[in-house]
């Protein structure tokens, strides 16, 4: 196996999204406390929100991110926040990038960008890489390591980490459908299919919350997650903290599981996945709840609730990009297609409100 071929790239800039290089060479230069003067911009291909760059100038390199252009959901995008609860997870959550610092002058790139340390090794995406040969056994195990860590962010003491105010963890499960379902509406575009059905669901069958508060990830996913070149079962850094807070772990429990497809799901789910969940091997989305209460403490009792709410959550998310995309504030050809991503959400949530899928 050639470990370089697994490392995750980062490649020529999209069309759209440039850096104004001179500006950010010359702002630099007195950060970083280096010569700037040959620095190189890449971007790294993931991503549809939060633009992710490599910078490099001589043997150094470093993240640049920034939000996406065209957005109008500032909230969703704010960089102080993402940077805040970096740094106040560097030393007790030992897998998040380190940032380095934070700027909110848009005369230099137009916009608030911080920067972090860059942590080299493997980025999951919709295929397993063909370089990288894991048996279902190694699979199972890589997975589960993978919803360990989750669980591990969830354990994290609020108190030592000075995240105690941050977010409001009470009342969290309703402003959750509340706010999904409002960000819904602003975001619906004439080819979008109704959701009301869903929302109605949602609030019918919210459950009480868990009484327990955790920083929470908000995003966490595969291709969210840095796995390690050497031993490709183990997880050395999670990214994409721009929609993390404090509250209820179960909702974020059911928001990653919102992408999760298994092999029993019907085949229209299953060919919009985003990460290779329903190979042999991959734990079901039962096996996941169950570790999952075994490494928490936590007790999932109404896993319909919260994984219908994570496919409606990703509907709204595709729909807002789309949004973007419909009214012209992007030309990333990519977003075209999130239409019928939203379509295809809501038609799994119709399977969990009718009990034809619970787990």
């Known amino acids: 196996m050639n470990n370089n071929n697994l490392v995750d790239k980062a490649g020529t800039v999209r069309e759209g999204e440039e850096l104004d290089l001179d500006h950010l060479k010359q702002y630099l230069r ?60 560097k030393n007790v959550f030992s ?14 790139i137009g916009c608030d960008f911080y920067l972090m340390t860059y942590i080299e090794g493997l980025i999951i995406r919709r295929e397993y890489p063909q370089d990288l040969n894991l048996s279902p056994d190694q699979i199972r195990q890589q997975l ?10 969830h354990s994290v003491d609020l108190f030592a980490a000075g995240l105690d105010t941050f977010g409001k963890p009470v009342g969290y499960v309703q402003r959750q459908v509340d706010g999904w379902s409002r960000r819904w509406a602003d975001a619906v575009t004439p080819d979008t299919v109704n959701c009301d059905s869903t929302i109605k669901w949602l609030y019918d069958n919210m459950p009480a919350e868990s ?19 050497e031993n490709p079962l183990q997880v050395i ?40 969940s329903d190979v042999e091997g991959a734990p079901t989305r039962a ?8 490494q928490t403490g936590l007790a999932v009792d109404n896993f ?43 038609q799994m949530c119709e399977l969990i ?3 034809k899928i619970e787990s």
């Not at 903290?241 to 229209?268: N, R």
């Open 304 to 346: 319909p609730f919260y994984f219908c709410f994570g496919l409606f959550r990703l509907a709204v998310i595709g729909q807002q990009i789309y949004y973007r995309y419909y009214n012209g504030l992007t030309k990333d050809q990519r977003f075209a297609g999130f239409v019928k991503k939203t379509h295809v959400l809501q």
């Open 144 to 153: 589960f390591n993978f919803f360990d860590v989750l669980s591990e962010l």
């Open 237 to 276: 850094g999670v990214l994409d903290w721009e929609m993390s807070t404090v509250g209820d772990p179960l909702m974020d429990l059911g928001c990653t599981l919102g992408y999760w497809t298994q092999i029993s799901d019907p085949d229209f789910f299953r060919e919009s996945r985003t990460m290779p």
């Open 95 to 108: 897998y998040g990038p380190v940032p380095i610092h934070f700027c909110d002058d848009h005369s230099v």
């Open 30 to 89: 007195s950060v970083l406390a280096c010569n700037t003067d040959n620095l190189l911009v890449k971007q790294f291909p993931g991503g549809h929100s939060n633009l992710t760059y490599l910078l490099s100038s001589g043997n150094e390199q470093w993240v640049l991110r920034r939000p996406p252009y065209g957005s109008t959901v500032k909230s969703a995008h704010d960089m102080s926040r993402e940077f805040k609860i970096l740094s106040a997870l």
């Open 211 to 229: 009484g327990k508060a955790s920083v929470i990830h908000n995003d966490y996913k595969m291709d969210n997650v840095i796995f390690s070149v």
């Open 287 to 294: 096996e996941i709840v169950a570790r999952f209460q075994q």
């Open 353 to 355: 409100m009718s009990g």
